[in-house]
């Protein structure tokens, strides 16, 4: 069936340096791939999203790459803060109302 | 986001007890969802609707129910709570956009299951 793969799912970094995310999907229908943040206790939120037809995306100290020949996408966070520290999930949508959520990767920004 | 709402916050059940959660929201958005929530599992799927005539199975529909009662309310019912049911449940919400919308979600329900 469709899934995606989230890697790592761990993360430290020390404060000021780059954080990677990278999922892979599986359906060629995907056009569609958002990132969502959740603190700790909190409800996951919205980050930044990707459409098929760019292949980069940059909002301040976050992007996000898109490869749709190798099925992949990443997140890319530069400049890390302690406030950065939560779990991360990518997703994948098909043109429909359904998202396929990867396992999330738990990101500590160590000071 | 304030304009999805969850309650009860958290709920500590027996086993075989019907409980239900609910979700209002004030967005205006005609889809919603339910999602269960389990460390190191993601988000899975378990029902949603796109309008209030319209409910569908997600990914892990067993052992749970739906209505939709009015365009701004989706609640979610376990029949006969289990253990195994215990997790973190997000309901969600959506306006339709070709397929690539985002998805607002409420601040989660703590279900404990004993």
């Known amino acids: 069936g469709e899934n995606v793969e989230q890697h790592p799912s761990t993360l430290s970094v020390q404060e000021g340096d780059s954080a990677v995310i990278k999922c892979t999907y599986s359906?060629?229908?995907?056009?569609?791939f958002p990132w969502y943040k959740q603190e700790l206790g909190k409800r996951p939120q919205l980050i930044i999203d990707?459409?098929?037809?760019?292949g980069e995306k940059k909002d301040q100290r976050i992007a996000v790459t898109l490869n749709k020949t190798a099925k992949h996408f990443s997140l890319h966070i530069t400049e890390t803060q302690p406030e950065d520290s939560a779990v991360y999930f990518c997703?994948?949508?098909?043109?429909?109302?359904?998202?396929?959520f990867g396992t999330g990767t738990r990101l500590k920004v160590l000071a | 986001d304030a304009d999805v709402t969850q309650t009860p916050r958290n709920r500590i059940t027996k086993t075989g007890k019907r409980i239900m959660l609910e979700c209002s929201q004030t967005?205006?958005?005609?889809?919603m969802y339910w999602y269960r929530q389990d460390p190191g599992l993601g988000l899975q799927l378990i029902y949603y609707?796109?309008?209030?005539?319209?409910?569908n199975k997600g990914e892990i529909s067993d052992g749970y129910s739906v209505s939709r009662q009015a365009q701004a309310k989706f609640s979610l019912s376990l029949e006969s709570a289990i253990p195994n049911q215990t997790a973190l449940y997000f309901c969600?919400?959506?306006?339709?956009?070709?397929?690539?919308?985002?998805?607002?979600f409420g601040p989660g329900t703590r279900l404990l299951v004993l």
């Open positions: 969600a919400t959506s306006r339709p956009s070709g397929g690539q919308e985002t998805q607002y």
């Open positions: 359906d060629s229908a995907s056009n569609y």
């Open positions: 990707i459409r098929s037809n760019v």
């Open positions: 997703a994948a949508g098909s043109g429909t109302y359904k998202y396929i």
């Open positions: 967005k205006g958005h005609d889809r």
């Open positions: 609707s796109f309008d209030v005539k319209d409910i």
